[in-house]
């Protein structure tokens, strides 16, 4: 996936040049509570809440016309919990472990190395408060990992989850909709599926293939290094510029091709620990969008990308 880089509003936002979403800057002032972790039912309130004001100061409260009436009126009151694509956009992943928070610290500052909730999660159990369950995403700016979360109205049977809180605001016309419940606005292009069954995003122009299965073998899953060769080695549709993804340009392919509940192999390098790189899965109705990185001799599944 192609950054394009930041532009700082001179506002306490930046907007990112890719996207187009913008973001609050400072990961230890009022748009982000001050830096204090919430659950992720108080931090979807939080953003829904907030408001920046006329003269650039933010509050959380649930009348935003009084609280910027003597801080020249409201300047923007539509900010939101970032879906996971939006979120995972963010990581810096070429970081290590002595550089601090994965994120750009030219343009944030302050952000945690901890988990940061998303708006993307799956909702499953009866409807009764008591054993309703939220299974909602969260990405760690301490390694980039995207874990999952159980939480519920009702904590009494497990203990509250706190995670940290970056607000969003914006229609983003290149990040394809998360696939989740109640999902953030997102692109609305879709997607095409031609006679060959290869996928196009039609908000980034990515074309990906099926899972790619192997002649005479019993199973699809293969090492790191084998996934690399057959991506460089394949003619699949009379092309020859078939590659692995980065791990950025597989989570965004998520709910955009067809579904595939298994890990997949992306390009990407984990540059805290050698011999390993990162994958995702694709599509579990449990573990949909979790990324990690493992060992490069751990055999997962395989998917060709190429651009239009």
């Given at each position: 996936?192609?950054?394009?880089?930041?532009?700082?509003?001179?506002?306490?936002t930046?907007?990112?040049?890719?996207?187009?979403l913008?973001?609050?800057?400072?990961?230890?002032g009022l748009?982000?509570?001050?830096?204090?972790?919430?659950?992720?039912?108080?931090?979807?309130?939080?953003c829904?809440?907030?408001?920046?004001?006329?003269?650039?100061?933010?509050?959380?409260?649930t009348?935003?016309?009084?609280?910027?009436?003597d801080?020249?009126?409201i300047?923007?009151?539509?900010w939101r919990l970032?879906?996971?694509?939006?979120?995972?956009?963010?990581i810096?992943?070429?970081?290590t472990?002595?550089?601090?928070?994965?994120?750009?610290?030219r343009?944030?500052?302050n952000?945690?190395?901890?988990?940061y909730?998303?708006?993307?999660?799956?909702?499953?159990?009866?409807?009764?408060f008591s054993?309703?369950?939220?299974?909602?995403?969260?990405?760690?700016?301490?390694?980039?990992?995207?874990?999952?979360?159980n939480?519920?109205?009702?904590?009494?049977?497990v203990p509250?989850?706190?995670?940290?809180?970056?607000?969003?605001?914006?229609?983003?016309?290149?990040?394809?909709?998360?696939?989740?419940?109640?999902?953030?606005?997102?692109?609305?292009?879709?997607?095409?599926?031609?006679?060959?069954?290869l996928?196009?995003?039609?908000c980034?122009?990515?074309?990906?293939?099926?899972r790619?299965?192997?002649?005479?073998?019993?199973?699809s899953?293969i090492?790191?290094?084998?996934?690399i060769?057959?991506?460089?080695?394949?003619?699949?549709?009379?092309y020859?510029d078939w590659?692995?993804?980065?791990?950025r340009?597989l989570?965004?392919?998520?709910?955009?091709g067809?579904?595939?509940?298994?890990f997949?192999w992306?390009?990407?390098?984990?540059?805290q620990?050698?011999?390993?790189?990162?994958?995702?899965?694709l599509g579990?109705?449990?573990?949909?969008?979790?990324?990690?990185?493992?060992l490069?001799?751990?055999?997962?599944?395989?998917?060709?990308f190429r651009?239009?």
């Open positions: 996936t192609p950054l394009l880089g930041w532009q700082d509003n001179g506002d306490g930046i907007n990112d040049l890719y996207t187009g913008m973001w609050p800057q400072n990961g230890a748009a982000t509570n001050n830096g204090q972790p919430l659950t992720w039912f108080a931090a979807k309130d939080f829904e809440q907030l408001v920046m004001c006329g003269n650039n100061e933010f509050a959380a409260t009348d935003p016309v009084a609280a910027c009436a801080k020249g009126g300047k923007y009151d539509d970032p879906n996971f694509k939006e979120l995972a956009l963010l810096k992943y070429q970081k472990p002595n550089d601090g928070a994965m994120i750009d610290g343009y944030f500052q952000i945690t190395a901890g988990k909730w998303s708006a993307s999660y799956k909702h499953f159990g009866p409807p009764d054993s309703e369950i939220w299974r909602a995403r969260s990405i760690s700016f301490a390694n980039g990992y995207i874990d999952i979360n939480v519920r109205l009702d904590e009494t049977s509250f989850v706190y995670n940290y809180v970056l607000p969003v605001r914006g229609n983003s016309a290149i990040v394809s909709p998360s696939g989740f419940d109640k999902p953030a606005t997102s692109c609305s292009k879709g997607s095409s599926t031609d006679a060959n069954n996928t196009t995003d039609l980034t122009g990515l074309i990906e293939s099926q790619i299965s192997f002649p005479g073998l019993t199973s899953n090492e790191w290094w084998a996934a060769r057959e991506a460089a080695s394949s003619t699949l549709a009379g020859t590659r692995l993804p980065n791990i340009e989570l965004m392919s998520i709910n955009v067809p579904s595939d509940s298994s997949h992306a390009i990407t390098p984990d540059y620990t050698s011999g390993q790189h990162w994958w995702a899965d579990n109705l449990f573990t949909t969008a979790q990324s990690q990185t493992t490069d001799r751990i055999p997962y599944y395989l998917k060709l651009r239009q």
